[in-house]
């Protein structure tokens, strides 16, 4: 049912009411906090019918190490981008 609701909206231009009451059950605002002299806020958002949805910080992922060999002596390495602060 859930999937079926978000296919109908895949295409949307913007966000609508009918739209947040089909697919969000609940927002949950956190307390304002501040780290490292940055104001960090935390939203959690429950979906309809799959509850939370927590995707992990990409700073914590492993960074693959890929070599493809594209051709007779000629390899390819990926380096993922390196975060410059």
Known sequence: MFLSTVRKYTRAKKLTPRMLNELIQRIEVHQAERIDGEW?????????????????????????????????????????AQNEQ
């Open 40 to 80: 960090v806020q935390k939203l959690t958002i429950y979906y309809n019918c799959i509850g939370a949805l927590f995707i992990p910080d990409t700073d914590t992922l492993p960074t693959p190490d890929v070599t493809v060999n594209t051709r007779k002596g000629v390899f390819v390495t990926y380096e993922p």
